[in-house]
């Protein structure tokens, strides 16, 4: 223990023995009423019940004494492990942000829906592997000839004029779509 906590006990101890001598008037002792007892240690007999009533339920043990500690209990207020699952399972199948994880989750959870810091915090917890991190997307059509590649790429704006341009902010986009079935491409 330390020494700020062995001082409330060697403190109140006495104090709470007196206390039930008073109550259960047992004789010899020293203050007839608890009036007495509480102008002699100079506390009001609202504390003195407090901290009788918390000896009492520690079955007059020492550390009962002692005050509790301040806050939630370390874990108590975090996400249900099921709602981790769930949120992770979205994050490394869409690959989305916090914002988007958090509206595409408001029409399940409703008000146990996490906020977006915590949904940063989750992601964060169990992090991606590097072949996770890399979102695969596949675009298929109807027939299976017709599977297209497509890569977005941003460059300067002095690509050649050939090329298909689209203008946007300083930056241009070069789109470069591949069919399988061809297997021909537009190359730099």
């Given amino acids: 223990m330390k020494i700020s906590q062995q001082v409330i006990v060697k403190r109140w101890?006495?104090?709470?023995?007196?206390?039930?001598?008073?109550?259960?008037?047992?004789?010899?002792?020293?203050?007839?009423?608890?009036?007495?007892?509480c102008l002699a240690h100079y506390i009001s007999?609202?504390?003195?019940?407090?901290?009788?009533?918390?000896?009492?339920?520690?079955?007059?043990?020492?550390?009962?004494?002692?005050?509790?500690?301040?806050?939630?209990?370390?874990?108590?207020?975090?996400t249900p492990k099921e709602i981790e699952?769930?949120?992770?399972?979205?994050?490394?199948?869409?690959?989305?942000?916090?914002?988007?994880?958090?509206l595409l989750f408001k029409p399940y959870y409703l008000d146990k829906t996490p906020s977006p810091a915590t949904m940063d915090r989750i992601k964060k917890r169990y992090p991606l592997n590097p072949a996770q991190k890399k979102i695969i997307k596949h675009y298929e059509k109807v027939t299976p000839g017709e599977l297209a590649?497509?890569?977005?790429?941003k460059v300067d704006c002095?690509?050649?004029?050939?090329?298909?341009?689209?203008?946007?902010?300083?930056?241009c986009c070069i789109?470069?779509?591949?069919?399988k079935k061809k297997k021909k491409g537009v190359k730099w």
């Avoid at 949120?87 to 989305?96: H, Q």
């Fill in 175 to 179: 789109i470069k779509i591949t069919s």
């Fill in 85 to 102: 699952r769930n949120i992770l399972k979205a994050y490394r199948r869409f690959g989305s942000n916090r914002y988007e994880l958090v």
């Fill in 13 to 37: 101890k006495p104090i709470l023995e007196e206390y039930e001598k008073i109550q259960n008037k047992v004789f010899p002792r020293p203050f007839r009423f608890v009036k007495a007892l």
């Fill in 45 to 78: 007999s609202k504390e003195l019940r407090r901290y009788y009533r918390k000896w009492q339920e520690g079955k007059k043990q020492d550390d009962s004494l002692l005050p509790a500690q301040r806050g939630a209990r370390p874990g108590s207020r975090r």
């Fill in 149 to 153: 590649h497509i890569d977005l790429t």
């Fill in 158 to 171: 002095t690509p050649p004029p050939t090329r298909h341009i689209y203008r946007k902010n300083k930056t």
